[in-house]
C-alpha cells in the first residue's frame, strides 16, 4: 500500500490537515500518512512558535495510522520538499510515495525547489480546499498535465509519476484563520482537536 507524505508548517495542526489525511487514507488506500513538520520555510518568515510546541501539538494530534516524522526537523536548515521525498525514496525505493498537497500549495508549486523532478520521485495528490479552483493552473500545464490521472488505483501501481486530485469533502479552516480566531478571543471548537485546543490555552501560544 501507499504511504502519504504530508508536509507543512502545522502552527498549529489543525482538523483541516487531519480531515485531508483522513480522506487519503479512506479513499485512495494509503496504509499511512507521515505529518512532516517543515524546519525553516524557504519562502516565508519563519515561525514565531517555538519548535517543541509545533511538535507537542501534532503527537496530540496524531493516532495511527497518522504518524510524526522529524526528517525536515533533523536535517535542519530550510526545508526543501524535493530533498525529503528523495531522502524517502532512497529509503523505500520500490514502495508508492503520495505527495499530499492542498490545492493552495499545488497553485504555487511552480515556485518550488526542483518542481518539475518532483513527479520522477513521487506521486501527487491534491487536495481541493475552499476557494481554490479545480484543476491545474496554465503555467502548471507543461509540467503536469501528461500526469494526470483519473484512477486511484494507477497510485497503487506506480511508485511516481502519477498527478491525482482528490475529491475530499473540505474544511474552511487555515493555521492563519485560527491564529487571527485566538486573538480575538474566538473560539477554537471545530477548527483544533480537542487535545490540541487544551495545549494552546494552557501555552498561552499565539497571543501577542
Ligand atoms: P497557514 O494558514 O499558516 O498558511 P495552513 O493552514 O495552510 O497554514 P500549512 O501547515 O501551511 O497549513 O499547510 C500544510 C498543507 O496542508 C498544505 O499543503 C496546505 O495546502 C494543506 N491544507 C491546509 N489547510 C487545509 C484545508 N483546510 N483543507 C485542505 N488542505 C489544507
Not at 512532516?36 to 514565531?48: C, G, K, V, W
Not at 523532478?117 to 484543476?135: D, Q, Y
Not at 497510485?155 to 491525482?164: F, Q
Request: charged share 20%; net charge neutral; hydrophobic share 40%.
Amino acid at each position: 500500500m501507499p504511504i502519504g507524505l504530508f508536509g507543512g508548517s502545522f502552527d498549529p495542526v489543525h482538523l483541516g490537515h487531519l480531515n485531508l489525511a483522513k480522506s487519503a487514507i479512506d479513499l485512495i488506500g494509503l496504509e499511512q500518512v507521515r505529518f512532516i513538520p517543515l524546519n525553516l520555510p524557504a519562502h516565508r518568515e519563519a515561525s514565531l512558535t517555538r519548535l517543541e510546541d509545533r511538535l507537542k501539538m501534532l503527537q496530540r494530534a496524531l493516532r495511527p495510522p497518522f504518524f510524526l516524522d522529524e526528517t525536515e526537523i533533523s536535517r535542519g536548515g530550510v526545508s526543501y520538499t524535493v530533498e525529503t521525498l528523495q531522502s524517502f525514496r532512497d529509503e523505500y525505493p520500490t514502495r508508492s510515495l503520495c505527495l499530499l498537497l492542498g490545492k493552495d500549495s499545488f497553485d504555487q508549486l511552480g515556485s518550488w525547489r526542483s518542481y518539475d523532478k518532483l513527479l520522477s520521485i513521487v506521486n501527487i495528490v491534491v487536495a481541493g480546499r475552499p476557494n481554490t479552483h479545480n484543476g491545474i493552473p496554465a503555467y502548471l500545464k507543461s509540467t503536469f498535465e501528461s500526469a494526470l490521472s483519473k484512477s486511484v488505483t494507477s497510485l497503487h501501481t506506480k511508485k511516481c509519476g502519477v498527478l491525482y486530485f482528490l475529491e475530499a469533502p473540505l474544511m474552511d479552516v487555515s493555521s492563519t484563520k485560527i491564529r487571527c480566531n485566538i486573538l480575538k478571543g474566538e473560539s477554537l471548537m471545530g477548527l483544533v482537536s480537542e487535545e490540541v485546543a487544551h495545549f494552546i490555552e494552557q501555552k498561552n501560544l499565539y497571543q501577542l
